[in-house]
């Protein structure tokens, strides 16, 4: 399932190329050093930053030129006090004890004009394409007789990496356009290789390869790079995700997958300096990436909690073992799911609801997932093991791609030809990570067959052609009195709105078929 760190968990054109990229600074820092967010008032990092910086007592890492944001790194006690005496400084903040943990997880217009991009359709007959319950919820084998997807259109998935040997995945890999950027300053090509097994997993969901054996992706014949964000423990640190938003808005990639939580706490509070000068940051990257025709795809979460109405944050710091419960309001929101114009993606299992009639109406949603009034925008297949255990979906859990040299409780494995890995590593994982790659895959379907377009319009379409599912009327027994409880307010998030929008499902599961044979409003 994605995400719970350390709970259960997780109107601009497209293509335009912004030249400038962050100038990396010479010098070395030893000790306990610890790295800064430099968030200057300004949309831009002034020329003498690294001189600035250097008198306040610490080096400069990396300069994000266009967003006006500086890592640093210093061992000095008094680096931030310094650095707030330069008027153009809006905040600093270090970042060690500020990071998102993945868990254990072994628990009626127009359309868009047809594109000009080459497509072709995908087979779903590979070894292990009866398993994927998820792919056929969301209609993807028959969406794929009309295209697999372009390989002119590239997804980045922000994560902790990607098996670059693993042979359902490696065809598909853009490896010149992937980076390490867990330092916060990016590393070009393989050293994006996952440490950890979650990465592979949600690349496995997007773009796994038609290939005869295996999975097949969402989008098989698409180019996907790995943006390593996540470090092999599964942190996140807010100078790794500022670096891979960055990345992805001056790398041509059309859309991203993010199945994490970043910033300093699982809810961060805006009117809180510290955590503020990190969430500006942080919002400034992923806007810019935006603004670069960057389609941006967020998991909700696993805390079953109402992101729209928190009350209570009972993780934060996820690096202390056993942080006291805070309160939290409005003004404390989770990144990026929570930022203007990403897509927010709630999980679904794979149990359909029926009315008292007995007709279906839907799927019920993971008990797991978080929701959201407005900030759920669709919903997915993340599976569900306690109540989406069907025929079809044996375990309740999601299948993808995985290294095999990282444990996994329910692996799979198939034989194949290739030297690096002849044993090829497959593993059943459930939550709201798993749901968010499943849309990530749909929106390069839609970019495929419809051409580039702004992440507003890809936004709209996928809500446009989603599959509306209704608040469920009867709940299995203990999904409200038990299982589907908040992990952090103790509280049952009700379903609230109607069947074409909610804050369980947003405006539906998302439906490839739709998405790649119908205009929005059809």
């Known amino acids: 399932m994605h995400l719970r760190f350390r709970v259960l968990l997780l109107a601009l054109a497209a293509g335009a190329v912004f030249v400038a990229v962050g100038t990396a600074a010479s010098g070395s820092s030893t000790g306990s050093a610890a790295n800064y967010i430099v968030l200057y008032k300004s949309q831009a990092v002034p020329k003498d930053a690294a001189t600035t910086i250097s008198s306040a007592g610490g080096t400069l890492v990396y300069s994000y030129d266009q967003i006006g944001v500086a890592i640093a790194r210093s061992n000095n006690a008094t680096f931030r006090d310094n650095l707030l005496k330069d008027s153009r400084v809006d905040n600093a903040s270090a970042t060690a004890q500020f990071a998102t943990q993945l868990p254990n997880e072994q628990a ?12 072709a359709p995908a087979s779903d007959a590979d070894s292990l ?23 002119a259109v590239l997804v980045g998935d922000i994560d902790t990496g990607i098996d670059f040997n693993h042979p359902d995945l490696k065809q598909n890999i853009d490896v010149a356009n992937s980076a390490n950027c867990v ?49 092999a423990d599964g942190f996140f640190f807010p100078e790794a995700v500022i670096c891979s938003f960055y990345w992805a808005a001056t790398h041509h990639v059309d859309v991203t997958n993010n199945s994490y939580f970043a910033d300093p706490f699982l809810f961060n509070c805006r009117n809180d300096p510290v955590q503020h000068a990190i969430w500006k940051a942080e919002q400034r990257a992923i806007t810019f990436a935006q603004q670069n025709g960057v389609t941006v795809v967020a998991a909700e979460g696993n805390e079953s909690e109402d992101l729209a ?4 944050d009972a993780t934060s710091p996820d690096t202390n073992p056993n942080p006291p419960p805070r309160s939290v309001t409005n003004a404390c929101v989770v990144i990026p799911v929570e930022v203007a114009g990403v897509i927010g993606v709630s999980a679904t299992g794979n149990d359909r609801q029926t009315d008292s009639n007995g007709n279906p109406t839907g799927y019920l949603k993971s008990f797991y997932s978080s929701v959201g009034v407005g900030v759920t925008q669709v919903t997915a297949p993340g599976g569900d093991s306690v109540f989406g255990r069907t025929p079809e979906a044996v375990n309740g859990r999601v299948l993808s791609t ?95 709105g109607g069947s074409g929008n909610n804050s369980w499902y947003g405006s539906g599961q998302v439906d490839a078929l739709t998405a790649v044979t119908h205009s929005p409003g059809n």
């Open 183 to 231: 330092s916060g300053a990016p590393v070009a090509g393989t050293a994006a290789q996952d440490d950890n097994g979650h990465g592979t997993h949600t690349a496995g969901t997007i773009a796994a390869a038609s290939n005869g054996f295996g999975i097949v992706g969402v989008a098989p014949n698409v180019k996907i790079a790995a943006i390593k964000a996540g470090n």
């Open 402 to 496: 995985y290294p095999p040299d990282k444990p996994c409780a329910r692996r799979v494995t198939e034989p194949s030809s290739d030297p690096i890995e002849p044993t090829v590593v497959y593993c059943y994982l459930q939550g709201t990570s798993m749901a968010a790659p499943h849309v990530a895959g749909v929106a390069a379907l839609i970019v495929s067959m419809f051409g580039k377009m702004s992440p507003g319009r890809v936004k709209a379409y996928l809500g446009q052609t989603a599959d509306s599912q209704p608040c469920p009327g009867t709940l299995p027994p203990t999904y409200e009195s038990s299982f589907g409880v908040g992990t952090q307010s103790g509280t049952f998030a009700t379903c609230q």
């Open 108 to 119: 009626g217009s127009e359309g868009p004009p047809p594109g000009d991009l080459s497509n």
């Open 309 to 312: 109405h928190p009350s209570v």
């Open 129 to 151: 394409s009866p398993l994927q319950w998820d792919m056929r919820q969301i209609k993807t084998p028959q969406a794929h007789a009309v295209t697999g997807g372009s390989p």
